[in-house]
Protein backbone atom coordinates (compact mmCIF):
# COMPACT_ATOMS: atom_id res chain seq x y z
CA UNK A 1 0.00 0.00 0.00
CA UNK A 2 1.72 3.64 -0.91
CA UNK A 3 0.54 5.13 2.52
CA UNK A 4 2.10 8.50 1.23
CA UNK A 5 -0.52 8.67 -1.53
CA UNK A 6 -2.87 7.47 0.66
CA UNK A 7 -2.50 10.12 3.09
CA UNK A 8 -2.49 13.06 0.99
CA UNK A 9 -5.38 11.86 -0.70
CA UNK A 10 -7.43 11.42 2.82
CA UNK A 11 -5.96 14.83 4.32
CA UNK A 12 -4.99 16.83 1.39
CA UNK A 13 -8.35 17.43 -0.77
CA UNK A 14 -11.20 19.42 0.79
CA UNK A 15 -14.84 18.18 1.18
CA UNK A 16 -15.91 14.67 0.89
CA UNK A 17 -14.82 14.49 -2.54
CA UNK A 18 -11.15 14.62 -1.46
CA UNK A 19 -11.91 11.53 0.60
CA UNK A 20 -13.39 9.17 -1.75
CA UNK A 21 -10.11 7.85 -3.63
CA UNK A 22 -8.45 7.20 -0.19
CA UNK A 23 -11.85 5.61 1.03
CA UNK A 24 -11.50 3.14 -2.50
CA UNK A 25 -8.18 2.35 -2.22
CA UNK A 26 -8.17 1.27 1.47
CA UNK A 27 -11.21 -0.38 1.02
CA UNK A 28 -9.88 -2.48 -1.78
CA UNK A 29 -6.89 -3.43 0.63
CA UNK A 30 -8.81 -3.83 4.06
CA UNK A 31 -11.98 -6.15 2.53
CA UNK A 32 -9.56 -8.60 1.12
CA UNK A 33 -6.88 -8.52 4.27
CA UNK A 34 -9.89 -8.98 6.03
CA UNK A 35 -11.99 -11.65 4.65
CA UNK A 36 -8.60 -13.78 4.13
CA UNK A 37 -7.67 -13.40 7.84
CA UNK A 38 -11.29 -14.40 8.63
CA UNK A 39 -10.14 -17.76 6.53
CA UNK A 40 -7.63 -18.30 8.19
CA UNK A 41 -8.87 -17.77 11.38
CA UNK A 42 -11.84 -20.16 10.58
CA UNK A 43 -9.02 -23.02 9.50
CA UNK A 44 -7.24 -22.78 13.13
CA UNK A 45 -10.54 -23.48 14.23
CA UNK A 46 -11.00 -19.68 15.62
CA UNK A 47 -14.48 -17.39 14.97
CA UNK A 48 -13.87 -15.81 11.79
CA UNK A 49 -14.49 -11.83 13.30
CA UNK A 50 -10.95 -12.35 15.24
CA UNK A 51 -9.44 -12.32 11.79
CA UNK A 52 -11.25 -9.00 10.54
CA UNK A 53 -10.90 -7.99 14.06
CA UNK A 54 -6.81 -8.60 14.19
CA UNK A 55 -6.73 -6.69 11.01
CA UNK A 56 -8.44 -3.67 11.95
CA UNK A 57 -5.53 -3.66 15.18
CA UNK A 58 -2.77 -3.98 12.94
CA UNK A 59 -3.82 -1.29 10.47
CA UNK A 60 -4.26 1.14 13.43
CA UNK A 61 -1.78 0.37 15.18
CA UNK A 62 1.77 -0.64 12.89
CA UNK A 63 3.81 2.04 12.18
CA UNK A 64 4.01 3.27 9.02
CA UNK A 65 0.11 2.67 8.03
CA UNK A 66 -1.54 3.33 11.14
CA UNK A 67 -1.51 6.89 10.28
CA UNK A 68 -3.02 6.66 7.06
CA UNK A 69 -5.60 4.10 8.19
CA UNK A 70 -6.39 5.84 11.10
CA UNK A 71 -7.01 8.86 9.04
CA UNK A 72 -9.26 6.98 6.40
CA UNK A 73 -10.95 5.17 9.59
CA UNK A 74 -11.53 8.59 10.91
CA UNK A 75 -13.99 9.88 7.53
CA UNK A 76 -17.61 10.09 7.57
CA UNK A 77 -17.67 7.78 4.50
CA UNK A 78 -16.02 5.01 6.45
CA UNK A 79 -17.88 5.38 9.69
CA UNK A 80 -21.15 5.27 8.03
CA UNK A 81 -20.03 2.32 6.31
CA UNK A 82 -19.04 0.51 9.30
CA UNK A 83 -22.66 1.57 10.95
CA UNK A 84 -24.01 0.01 7.89
CA UNK A 85 -22.29 -3.30 9.14
CA UNK A 86 -23.55 -3.33 12.17
CA UNK A 87 -26.95 -2.69 11.57
CA UNK A 88 -27.05 -5.48 8.70
CA UNK A 89 -25.42 -7.62 11.71
CA UNK A 90 -28.17 -7.29 14.01
CA UNK A 91 -30.70 -7.58 11.22
CA UNK A 92 -29.02 -10.93 10.14
CA UNK A 93 -29.02 -12.31 14.14
CA UNK A 94 -32.60 -11.00 13.94
CA UNK A 95 -33.37 -13.42 10.86
CA UNK A 96 -32.03 -16.26 13.02
CA UNK A 97 -33.91 -15.71 16.07
CA UNK A 98 -37.31 -16.01 15.91
CA UNK A 99 -40.35 -15.31 18.19
CA UNK A 100 -41.30 -18.47 17.85
CA UNK A 101 -37.97 -20.27 19.42
CA UNK A 102 -37.83 -18.09 22.26
CA UNK A 103 -41.24 -18.43 23.29
CA UNK A 104 -40.79 -22.32 22.39
CA UNK A 105 -38.15 -23.13 24.57
CA UNK A 106 -40.45 -21.79 27.59
CA UNK A 107 -39.26 -21.10 31.30
CA UNK A 108 -35.24 -22.83 31.24
CA UNK A 109 -34.26 -20.32 29.37
CA UNK A 110 -35.88 -17.28 30.55
CA UNK A 111 -34.71 -18.18 33.63
CA UNK A 112 -31.24 -18.49 31.96
CA UNK A 113 -31.16 -15.26 30.39
CA UNK A 114 -32.15 -13.32 33.07
CA UNK A 115 -29.70 -14.40 35.34
CA UNK A 116 -26.84 -14.44 32.42
CA UNK A 117 -28.09 -10.38 31.93
CA UNK A 118 -28.46 -9.32 35.89
CA UNK A 119 -25.74 -10.81 37.21
CA UNK A 120 -23.08 -9.14 34.67
CA UNK A 121 -24.49 -5.59 34.47
CA UNK A 122 -24.30 -5.83 38.21
CA UNK A 123 -20.40 -7.10 37.89
CA UNK A 124 -19.69 -4.69 35.34
CA UNK A 125 -20.96 -1.86 37.67
CA UNK A 126 -18.86 -2.82 40.45
CA UNK A 127 -15.60 -3.03 38.61
CA UNK A 128 -16.48 0.44 37.09
CA UNK A 129 -17.16 1.60 40.56
CA UNK A 130 -14.24 0.15 41.72
CA UNK A 131 -11.66 0.42 39.31
CA UNK A 132 -13.14 3.95 37.96
CA UNK A 133 -14.31 5.29 40.90
CA UNK A 134 -14.05 9.41 39.40
CA UNK A 135 -16.27 8.45 36.61
CA UNK A 136 -20.13 8.80 36.35
CA UNK A 137 -22.60 6.01 37.89
CA UNK A 138 -23.51 6.21 33.93
CA UNK A 139 -20.45 5.15 32.79
CA UNK A 140 -20.30 1.82 35.42
CA UNK A 141 -23.94 1.71 34.27
CA UNK A 142 -23.09 1.30 30.88
CA UNK A 143 -19.63 -0.74 31.64
CA UNK A 144 -22.15 -3.37 32.99
CA UNK A 145 -24.34 -3.41 30.09
CA UNK A 146 -21.08 -4.40 27.46
CA UNK A 147 -21.21 -7.29 29.63
CA UNK A 148 -24.92 -8.35 29.33
CA UNK A 149 -24.02 -9.53 25.75
CA UNK A 150 -24.17 -13.50 24.31
CA UNK A 151 -22.87 -14.31 21.46
CA UNK A 152 -25.20 -16.93 19.83
CA UNK A 153 -23.59 -17.39 16.48
CA UNK A 154 -20.06 -18.66 18.43
CA UNK A 155 -21.65 -21.19 20.51
CA UNK A 156 -24.17 -22.32 17.66
CA UNK A 157 -21.02 -22.89 15.67
CA UNK A 158 -19.66 -24.96 18.51
CA UNK A 159 -22.23 -26.99 18.88
CA UNK A 160 -23.08 -27.66 15.94
CA UNK A 161 -19.37 -29.07 14.86
CA UNK A 162 -20.38 -31.55 18.05
CA UNK A 163 -23.72 -32.54 16.82
CA UNK A 164 -25.03 -31.18 19.71
CA UNK A 165 -27.66 -28.74 18.27
CA UNK A 166 -30.87 -30.67 19.12
CA UNK A 167 -30.19 -31.53 22.65
CA UNK A 168 -31.54 -29.90 25.67
CA UNK A 169 -28.28 -27.73 26.33
CA UNK A 170 -27.94 -27.11 23.36
CA UNK A 171 -31.29 -25.81 23.32
CA UNK A 172 -31.24 -24.15 27.16
CA UNK A 173 -28.30 -22.24 25.81
CA UNK A 174 -29.59 -21.20 22.68
CA UNK A 175 -33.16 -19.67 23.81
CA UNK A 176 -31.94 -18.21 26.42
CA UNK A 177 -29.13 -16.39 23.94
CA UNK A 178 -31.68 -15.33 21.66
CA UNK A 179 -33.75 -13.65 24.91
CA UNK A 180 -30.43 -12.57 26.40
CA UNK A 181 -30.06 -10.55 22.95
CA UNK A 182 -33.10 -9.24 23.28
CA UNK A 183 -32.98 -7.76 27.09
CA UNK A 184 -29.81 -6.69 26.31
CA UNK A 185 -30.52 -4.10 23.61
CA UNK A 186 -33.52 -3.16 26.28
CA UNK A 187 -30.62 -2.60 29.04
CA UNK A 188 -28.53 -0.68 26.12
CA UNK A 189 -31.36 1.47 25.09
CA UNK A 190 -32.06 2.12 28.69
CA UNK A 191 -28.90 2.93 29.44
CA UNK A 192 -27.70 5.06 26.60
CA UNK A 193 -30.93 7.00 26.69
CA UNK A 194 -29.99 7.87 30.25
CA UNK A 195 -26.79 9.08 29.04
CA UNK A 196 -28.25 10.74 26.35
CA UNK A 197 -30.56 12.77 28.33
CA UNK A 198 -27.70 13.63 30.40
CA UNK A 199 -25.80 15.13 28.14
CA UNK A 200 -28.32 17.43 26.69
CA UNK A 201 -28.75 18.59 30.26
CA UNK A 202 -32.45 16.72 31.22
CA UNK A 203 -32.57 15.59 34.56
CA UNK A 204 -32.18 12.23 35.39
CA UNK A 205 -34.25 10.58 37.66
CA UNK A 206 -36.11 7.20 38.62
CA UNK A 207 -39.17 8.81 36.43
CA UNK A 208 -36.53 9.77 33.80
CA UNK A 209 -35.31 6.22 33.64
CA UNK A 210 -38.47 4.24 34.03
CA UNK A 211 -39.90 6.56 31.04
CA UNK A 212 -36.81 5.11 29.08
CA UNK A 213 -37.42 1.78 30.05
CA UNK A 214 -40.97 2.34 29.07
CA UNK A 215 -40.24 3.60 25.86
CA UNK A 216 -37.78 0.70 24.77
CA UNK A 217 -40.12 -1.83 25.78
CA UNK A 218 -42.80 -0.12 23.82
CA UNK A 219 -40.96 0.24 20.82
CA UNK A 220 -39.76 -3.39 20.52
CA UNK A 221 -43.43 -5.20 21.56
CA UNK A 222 -44.87 -2.69 19.01
CA UNK A 223 -42.45 -3.32 16.30
CA UNK A 224 -43.22 -6.87 16.58
CA UNK A 225 -46.73 -6.34 16.54
CA UNK A 226 -47.39 -3.85 14.31
CA UNK A 227 -44.55 -5.42 12.23
CA UNK A 228 -46.09 -8.75 12.72
CA UNK A 229 -48.96 -8.07 11.10
CA UNK A 230 -47.88 -5.58 8.36
CA UNK A 231 -44.88 -7.19 6.47
CA UNK A 232 -47.21 -10.47 5.59
CA UNK A 233 -49.23 -8.09 3.00
CA UNK A 234 -46.08 -6.22 2.13
CA UNK A 235 -44.48 -9.23 1.25
CA UNK A 236 -47.61 -11.13 -0.62
CA UNK A 237 -47.71 -7.86 -2.80
CA UNK A 238 -43.82 -8.43 -3.46
CA UNK A 239 -44.28 -12.10 -4.51
CA UNK A 240 -47.81 -11.27 -6.66
CA UNK A 241 -44.97 -8.47 -8.58
CA UNK A 242 -42.70 -11.27 -9.67
CA UNK A 243 -39.89 -8.62 -9.62
CA UNK A 244 -36.07 -10.31 -8.53
CA UNK A 245 -35.02 -8.54 -5.98
CA UNK A 246 -37.90 -7.23 -5.19
CA UNK A 247 -38.50 -9.20 -1.60
CA UNK A 248 -34.71 -8.59 -0.39
CA UNK A 249 -35.35 -4.66 -0.97
CA UNK A 250 -38.02 -4.95 0.90
CA UNK A 251 -36.57 -6.63 3.88
CA UNK A 252 -33.47 -4.18 4.08
CA UNK A 253 -36.05 -1.21 3.78
CA UNK A 254 -38.35 -2.50 6.60
CA UNK A 255 -34.62 -3.05 8.49
CA UNK A 256 -33.56 0.53 8.06
CA UNK A 257 -36.98 2.14 8.60
CA UNK A 258 -37.39 0.19 11.78
CA UNK A 259 -33.58 1.37 12.76
CA UNK A 260 -34.49 5.08 11.94
CA UNK A 261 -37.58 4.86 14.10
CA UNK A 262 -35.22 3.58 16.71
CA UNK A 263 -32.81 6.08 16.00
CA UNK A 264 -35.94 8.67 16.10
CA UNK A 265 -36.96 7.07 19.39
CA UNK A 266 -34.03 7.58 21.32
CA UNK A 267 -32.81 3.92 20.87
CA UNK A 268 -29.96 2.88 19.23
CA UNK A 269 -30.56 1.67 15.24
CA UNK A 270 -29.29 -1.81 16.18
CA UNK A 271 -32.27 -2.11 18.20
CA UNK A 272 -34.70 -1.66 15.13
CA UNK A 273 -32.49 -3.70 12.85
CA UNK A 274 -32.71 -6.70 15.48
CA UNK A 275 -36.30 -6.47 15.93
CA UNK A 276 -37.39 -6.10 11.96
CA UNK A 277 -35.03 -9.22 11.96
CA UNK A 278 -37.53 -11.05 14.68
CA UNK A 279 -40.58 -9.64 12.71
CA UNK A 280 -39.65 -11.40 9.08
CA UNK A 281 -39.86 -15.12 10.31
CA UNK A 282 -39.63 -17.89 7.60
CA UNK A 283 -43.09 -18.56 8.27
CA UNK A 284 -43.40 -15.06 6.67
CA UNK A 285 -41.22 -16.17 3.58
CA UNK A 286 -42.36 -19.62 3.14
CA UNK A 287 -43.56 -18.70 -0.47
CA UNK A 288 -40.50 -16.66 -1.07
CA UNK A 289 -38.78 -20.15 -0.42
CA UNK A 290 -41.57 -22.49 -2.75
CA UNK A 291 -40.57 -20.28 -5.23
CA UNK A 292 -37.20 -21.27 -5.81
CA UNK A 293 -35.75 -18.15 -3.99
CA UNK A 294 -33.25 -18.63 -1.50
CA UNK A 295 -34.22 -17.85 1.82
CA UNK A 296 -34.08 -14.24 3.04
CA UNK A 297 -30.69 -14.98 5.23
CA UNK A 298 -28.72 -16.45 2.84
CA UNK A 299 -29.40 -14.40 0.09
CA UNK A 300 -28.58 -11.52 1.95
CA UNK A 301 -25.51 -12.82 2.68
CA UNK A 302 -23.05 -11.48 -0.12
CA UNK A 303 -24.77 -7.78 1.48
CA UNK A 304 -24.05 -8.34 4.75
CA UNK A 305 -20.01 -9.88 4.08
CA UNK A 306 -19.54 -6.42 2.29
CA UNK A 307 -20.65 -4.07 5.30
CA UNK A 308 -19.96 -6.58 8.29
CA UNK A 309 -16.00 -6.99 8.00
CA UNK A 310 -16.04 -2.99 7.62
CA UNK A 311 -17.65 -2.77 11.27
CA UNK A 312 -14.99 -4.99 12.89
CA UNK A 313 -12.10 -3.70 11.10
CA UNK A 314 -13.12 -0.15 12.37
CA UNK A 315 -13.64 -1.43 15.78
CA UNK A 316 -10.23 -2.77 15.80
CA UNK A 317 -8.86 0.51 14.47
CA UNK A 318 -10.60 2.20 18.02
CA UNK A 319 -7.80 -0.14 19.79
CA UNK A 320 -4.41 1.42 21.06
CA UNK A 321 -2.18 -1.13 21.95
CA UNK A 322 0.06 1.67 23.28
CA UNK A 323 -2.79 1.71 26.30
CA UNK A 324 -1.56 -1.89 26.96
CA UNK A 325 1.62 -0.67 28.32
CA UNK A 326 0.05 0.28 31.67
CA UNK A 327 0.01 -2.12 34.36
CA UNK A 328 -3.54 -0.28 35.44
CA UNK A 329 -5.18 -1.09 32.01
CA UNK A 330 -3.76 -4.88 32.24
CA UNK A 331 -5.13 -5.29 35.39
CA UNK A 332 -8.24 -3.51 34.45
CA UNK A 333 -9.28 -5.41 31.38
CA UNK A 334 -8.13 -9.06 33.32
CA UNK A 335 -10.59 -8.02 35.91
CA UNK A 336 -13.45 -6.90 33.70
CA UNK A 337 -13.28 -10.51 31.65
CA UNK A 338 -13.22 -12.09 34.93
CA UNK A 339 -16.30 -10.29 35.84
CA UNK A 340 -17.63 -11.19 32.17
CA UNK A 341 -16.69 -15.05 32.45
CA UNK A 342 -18.10 -15.45 35.91
CA UNK A 343 -21.67 -12.96 35.26
CA UNK A 344 -22.25 -16.24 32.41
CA UNK A 345 -21.18 -19.32 34.09
CA UNK A 346 -23.40 -18.14 37.11
CA UNK A 347 -26.31 -19.56 34.58
CA UNK A 348 -25.02 -22.68 35.69
CA UNK A 349 -27.28 -22.35 39.12
CA UNK A 350 -30.42 -22.23 37.70
CA UNK A 351 -30.82 -24.91 34.70
CA UNK A 352 -32.63 -27.73 35.79
CA UNK A 353 -31.93 -31.08 37.32
CA UNK A 354 -30.82 -33.59 34.42
CA UNK A 355 -28.91 -30.79 32.29
CA UNK A 356 -25.36 -30.79 31.82
CA UNK A 357 -24.76 -26.96 34.26
CA UNK A 358 -20.82 -26.47 33.16
CA UNK A 359 -22.29 -26.45 29.34
CA UNK A 360 -24.75 -24.11 30.22
CA UNK A 361 -22.61 -21.54 31.98
CA UNK A 362 -19.87 -22.37 29.44
CA UNK A 363 -22.51 -21.92 26.44
CA UNK A 364 -23.46 -18.10 27.32
CA UNK A 365 -19.52 -16.85 27.93
CA UNK A 366 -18.71 -16.05 24.51
CA UNK A 367 -19.63 -12.16 23.70
CA UNK A 368 -18.00 -12.15 20.03
CA UNK A 369 -19.52 -9.73 17.49
CA UNK A 370 -22.62 -8.04 19.77
CA UNK A 371 -20.11 -7.48 22.63
CA UNK A 372 -18.21 -5.40 20.35
CA UNK A 373 -21.51 -3.46 18.77
CA UNK A 374 -22.17 -2.49 22.87
CA UNK A 375 -18.69 -1.04 23.34
CA UNK A 376 -18.69 0.59 19.37
CA UNK A 377 -22.37 2.25 21.20
CA UNK A 378 -20.45 3.35 24.19
CA UNK A 379 -17.58 4.93 21.78
CA UNK A 380 -19.87 7.38 20.55
CA UNK A 381 -21.30 8.11 23.24
CA UNK A 382 -20.84 11.32 24.77
CA UNK A 383 -20.93 12.63 28.86
CA UNK A 384 -19.68 15.85 29.58
CA UNK A 385 -18.46 15.89 26.31
CA UNK A 386 -16.07 12.87 26.89
CA UNK A 387 -16.95 9.30 25.10
CA UNK A 388 -18.64 6.81 28.12
CA UNK A 389 -16.24 4.25 26.27
CA UNK A 390 -12.59 5.91 26.42
CA UNK A 391 -9.64 4.26 24.99
CA UNK A 392 -8.30 2.47 27.81
CA UNK A 393 -11.81 0.97 28.47
CA UNK A 394 -12.42 0.60 24.55
CA UNK A 395 -9.08 -1.48 24.92
CA UNK A 396 -9.91 -3.48 27.98
CA UNK A 397 -13.80 -4.44 26.52
CA UNK A 398 -11.60 -5.70 23.57
CA UNK A 399 -9.65 -7.88 25.57
CA UNK A 400 -12.48 -8.94 27.34
CA UNK A 401 -14.56 -9.79 24.18
CA UNK A 402 -11.47 -12.12 22.55
CA UNK A 403 -10.66 -13.60 25.98
CA UNK A 404 -14.51 -15.04 26.18
CA UNK A 405 -14.64 -15.65 22.33
CA UNK A 406 -11.45 -17.36 22.30
CA UNK A 407 -11.90 -19.37 25.41
CA UNK A 408 -15.67 -20.53 24.40
CA UNK A 409 -14.97 -23.17 22.06
CA UNK A 410 -12.41 -25.53 23.82
CA UNK A 411 -13.89 -25.20 27.12
CA UNK A 412 -17.55 -26.30 25.84
CA UNK A 413 -15.69 -28.97 23.52
CA UNK A 414 -14.29 -30.22 27.01
CA UNK A 415 -18.19 -29.84 28.60
CA UNK A 416 -19.40 -32.07 26.11
CA UNK A 417 -16.95 -34.69 26.20
CA UNK A 418 -16.75 -34.76 29.61
CA UNK A 419 -20.74 -34.69 30.24
CA UNK A 420 -20.81 -37.83 27.33
CA UNK A 421 -18.21 -40.01 29.08
CA UNK A 422 -20.28 -39.25 32.49
CA UNK A 423 -23.67 -40.34 31.28
CA UNK A 424 -23.67 -42.20 27.81
CA UNK A 425 -27.22 -42.37 27.72
CA UNK A 426 -28.27 -39.06 28.97
CA UNK A 427 -29.52 -35.93 26.66
CA UNK A 428 -25.96 -35.15 25.50
CA UNK A 429 -25.87 -38.51 23.51
CA UNK A 430 -29.33 -38.99 22.38
CA UNK A 431 -30.56 -36.23 20.38
CA UNK A 432 -34.56 -36.84 20.43
CA UNK A 433 -34.59 -36.93 24.54
CA UNK A 434 -35.38 -33.27 24.50
CA UNK A 435 -37.57 -33.32 21.93
CA UNK A 436 -39.53 -35.97 23.63
CA UNK A 437 -39.03 -34.03 27.00
CA UNK A 438 -40.67 -30.67 25.77
CA UNK A 439 -44.76 -30.46 25.47
Known amino acids: MNVAVLAAAAAGAPGQAGQVPALLLSLAFLLVAAKLAAALAERVGLPPVLGELLVGILAGNLPGIRDAALAVGGTEGFIVLAELGAILLLFQVGLESTTREMMAVGLPSLVVATTGVVTPMALGYGVGAWMRPGESWMVHAFLGAMLCATSVGITARVLGDLGLTRTREARIILGAAVIDDVM ?31 KAVLFLVGALWIGGMVSPRLFRTAYALRSRGLVQALALGFCFVLSYLALRAGLAPIVG ?149 MSPASSIASPRSFDDSVS
Open 184 to 214: GLAVLAVVSGVITAANAGTPVGLAQIGLILV
Open 273 to 421: AFAAGLVLEEVHLEEHVRSGDWPLARSLTPLIGLFVPIFFVRMGMLVDLRAFMAWKLIGFAAVLTLAAAVGKLVCAAVVPRGVSRTMVGLGMMPRGEVGLIFAGVGAQLRLAGQPVVDAATYAAAVAMVVATTLATPPLLSWAARRRRA
